[in-house]
């Protein structure tokens, strides 16, 4: 192995040269976790455990009442220097085989106090015929210390210092339409339903420097 050692350095126009040294995670990332959804616990850079759901089975949305998906719902302390929280919710969705026309709306809600608060511009749809799929359910929670309270529109929070839990819900268009979660309709060639292990992914952001 070599060394270089020299007494100065100097740019072009004689001044000299500096070096800075950014702290891991700062302005970027600060924590990430997550997995498949296996009722396993990770402990996070808040001290606390976060768990996740545990899924075994396939989930079939049925009719027009909003139900809360299994493998969405998730608690979660962001790190005191946390300035966003990122959450991926990653599940394959497929038609029931009722009809040939799948479509499902899908809502949020996050904790805030003592209620489930919807966050409206998270809304979005999925539909298609003889539709299979991987679905990213993804939002972006801001933490903003001016806010007197939780933005429903966008999820901003003023402050993320004890547990949150959130979660999705999703009904079908009409009682024919249904959705089923964590599975499919065909396989090998036929009609054969088939489980798909869901995901969970968190990351949290720091300010820059």
Not at 38 to 54: A, E, I, K, V, Y
Not at 151 to 164: L, M
Request: proline share 2%.
């Amino acid at each position: 192995m070599s060394t270089l050692k020299v007494d100065t350095l100097q740019s072009r126009a004689g001044g000299a040269v500096t070096f800075t040294t950014t702290p891991i995670g700062a302005g970027n990332i600060i924590e990430s976790i997550g997995g498949l959804c296996d009722g396993s616990t990770r402990t996070t850079n808040s001290g606390t455990t976060f768990t996740l759901p545990n899924i075994t089975s396939g989930q079939d949305i049925l009719g027009t009442t909003y139900t809360t998906i299994t493998s969405s719902n998730i608690s979660y302390k962001a790190p005191s220097n946390a300035i966003g929280v990122r959450v991926e919710w990653k599940h394959r969705a497929a038609w029931a085989g009722d009809t040939a026309h799948g479509i499902q709306h899908y809502k949020m809600f996050i904790n805030e106090g003592s209620s489930d608060v919807e966050i409206t511009a998270a809304r979005c749809n999925q539909a298609a015929d003889y539709i299979e799929g991987q679905v990213d359910l993804c939002w972006y929670f801001r933490i903003d210390s001016s806010l007197s309270s939780l933005d429903t529109t966008t999820g901003a929070v003023p402050s993320w210092s004890s547990s949150k839990t959130m979660f999705w819900q999703c009904r079908a268009y009409g009682t024919n339409d249904v959705g089923r979660m964590h599975g499919s309709q065909y396989w090998d060639g036929g009609g054969s339903n088939q489980f798909h292990k869901p995901q969970v992914w968190i990351t949290a952001y720091g300010a820059s420097n």
